[in-house]
């Protein structure tokens, strides 16, 4: 089994700067990649973005140049940098961990709301 728990999400003003952190823990041998995705009211799971292992990362159009994701193979933690938010970014923040072998796992997610 693997867990994986989100934290950093919180109430913050347009403009502002969140950082959120995924922690995989269990029995993991491989992670190939690490992704966050969001869901906010009445729309879909999007993804925001993604890393592999080798460092090579992805980002949705919307977040392009406000977002930054950095992982710490080491210890199976990923991280999302969050700049210049906006209320359209509100929405509950969801870690999926993907393994070399085995099916993606995902996280309970952690809330974000950018709101003045």
């Known amino acids: 089994q693997v867990q994986v728990v989100e934290s950093g999400g919180g109430l913050v003003q347009p403009g502002g700067s969140l950082r959120l952190s995924c922690a995989a823990s269990?029995?993991?041998?491989?992670?190939?990649?690490m992704g966050w995705y969001r869901q906010a009211p009445g729309k879909q799971r999007e993804l925001v973005a993604d890393i592999t292992s080798g460092g090579s990362t992805n980002y949705a159009a919307s977040v392009k140049g406000r977002f930054t994701i950095s992982r710490d193979n080491a210890n199976n933690t990923a991280y999302l940098q969050m700049n210049s938010l906006k209320p359209e970014d509100t929405a509950v923040y969801y870690c999926?961990?993907?393994?070399?072998?085995?099916?993606?796992?995902w996280g309970k997610g952690t809330l974000v709301t950018v709101s003045s």
């Open positions: 999926n961990v993907d393994l070399v072998k085995g099916p993606p796992y």
């Open positions: 269990g029995s993991i041998f491989s992670i190939y990649a």
